[in-house]
């Protein structure tokens, strides 16, 4: 069963420029999630997507950062006009659907660092 | 303000001396909380997820304990290959917001 699976590994991109991040969910898994760390600081939740429904954007940036996961595809993280401040390890987690009062564990990929010049 | 906690940020164990990671946490009604490792340019991977005061869960060299305000991840014997940073996540307000600590970076030395 493959894991969280994240492309491209590695983003160079120059101020200005479109960023697209990847993530394909664990097989059987419904909900995405997509964090942010930054050097020396924890991971920070940007937004949770499930099909076609942003449920949660409160993290993340009103502007310039947009987030999808259509109903064919991967979740696509999308960030417009990069400035190096956007410098950081990008990191998507899924997990299966949630029932009951208590929340399943978040399973990670390994991440797109993206670098702005 | 919904909060996680780690201390200490750093620490330097010898193989075989065994410690305690402590994760504190303020949280509106407690709906899990989880323990990751994350080792130098990959993602976390998890470990242990644990729902209420009392309970413990075990992995190897590892144990998750839990109370209602604290977490503590002991490590018995560790091994030079438990050398990584471990994190501790709480679910805040709402479904999807994992909130994480700052995390503990374990070193074992030979």
């Known amino acids: 069963n493959a894991g969280v699976m994240q492309n491209p590994r590695h983003l160079v991109r120059r101020r200005g420029q479109e960023a697209r991040l990847r993530c394909s969910p664990m097989?059987?898994?419904?909900?995405v999630y997509w964090y942010r760390q930054l050097p020396e600081e924890g991971l920070k939740f940007m937004v949770y997507l499930q099909k076609e429904n942003i449920i949660d954007e409160s993290g993340m940036p009103k502007e310039r950062f947009s987030a999808e996961f259509p109903k064919e595809g991967p979740s696509i993280l999308r960030i417009q006009q990069v400035v190096r401040g956007d410098s950081a390890a990008y990191f998507c987690?899924?997990?299966?659907?949630?029932?009951?009062?208590?929340?399943?564990?978040?399973?990670f990929g390994p991440g797109t660092r993206l670098t702005v010049l | 303000e919904d909060q996680v906690t780690q201390s200490p940020e750093a620490l330097r164990l010898q193989e075989g001396e065994s410690s305690s990671l402590n994760c504190s946490y303020t949280?509106?009604?407690?709906?899990?909380l989880f323990w990751y490792r994350q080792d130098p340019g990959k993602g976390p991977e998890f470990l242990f997820t644990l729902y209420s005061a009392g309970e413990e869960k075990e992995k190897e060299r590892l144990k998750a304990t839990l109370t209602k305000k604290e977490s503590f991840l002991h490590i018995t014997a560790p091994k030079p290959e438990d050398s990584a940073t471990y994190l501790c996540?709480?679910?805040?307000?709402?479904?999807?917001?994992?909130?994480f600590g700052k995390g503990t970076k374990l070193s074992v030395k030979p």
């Open positions: 949280v509106s009604g407690l709906r899990g």
């Open positions: 097989k059987g898994h419904s909900h």
């Open positions: 996540a709480v679910y805040g307000g709402s479904q999807g917001n994992l909130i």
């Open positions: 987690a899924s997990s299966p659907l949630i029932a009951g009062g208590n929340y399943n564990e978040q399973f």
